[in-house]
């Protein structure tokens, strides 16, 4: 499925919000990098389980 730029925003975004909140997460993170990074690297390899419904 290809994502608009604002459905990608929303998707990393509230993954982000999820790891810094407490969520493992889904990628091997071996250095200390940030929520948002680990949640680009997460949607770079389809791995977020976030679903998009278009109306």
Excluded at 13 to 23: C, S, V
């Amino acid at each position: 499925m290809e994502y608009e730029r604002f459905e990608k925003a929303r998707v990393i975004g509230a993954r982000a919000l999820q790891i810094k909140m407490g969520a493992p997460p889904l990628v091997v993170v071996k250095d200390d990098i940030s929520a948002l990074d680990i949640a680009k690297l997460e949607f770079e390899q389809d791995v977020i389980p976030i679903t998009v419904i278009r109306k």
